[in-house]
């Protein structure tokens, strides 16, 4: 989950970066899913936006973090994202 910095265009961001995470799926071989949801509540606890991520096994995952265009996702949240929470696991 990834909550962004509110000096922003909000939504525009929020936008760029789900279009951002979706071509992911384009590029790296080892990303079997993605799903990308943006938040639709207005209570201030809530995240903006949330990504799903599928793999065969960890070693996917793994080439996921280091792919280029992975990683200029990583870019572009250094720059807008206040907090984010994340959990990886194996089904």
């Not at 973090?65 to 929470?85: G, N, S, W, Y």
């Amino acid at each position: 989950m990834i909550k962004v910095y509110n000096n922003f265009e909000k939504q525009d961001v929020i936008s760029e970066l789900k279009l951002m995470l979706e071509k992911l799926q384009l590029s790296v071989q080892s990303l079997l899913s993605i799903e990308v949801g943006v938040n639709i509540s207005i209570k201030a606890s809530a995240f903006d936006l949330v990504l799903t991520a599928d793999f065969n096994d960890e070693e996917g995952l793994d080439e996921y973090r280091i792919h280029p265009e992975h990683v200029k996702v990583l870019d572009f949240l250094k720059i807008i994202m206040e907090k984010a929470v994340v959990v990886d696991y194996i089904i």
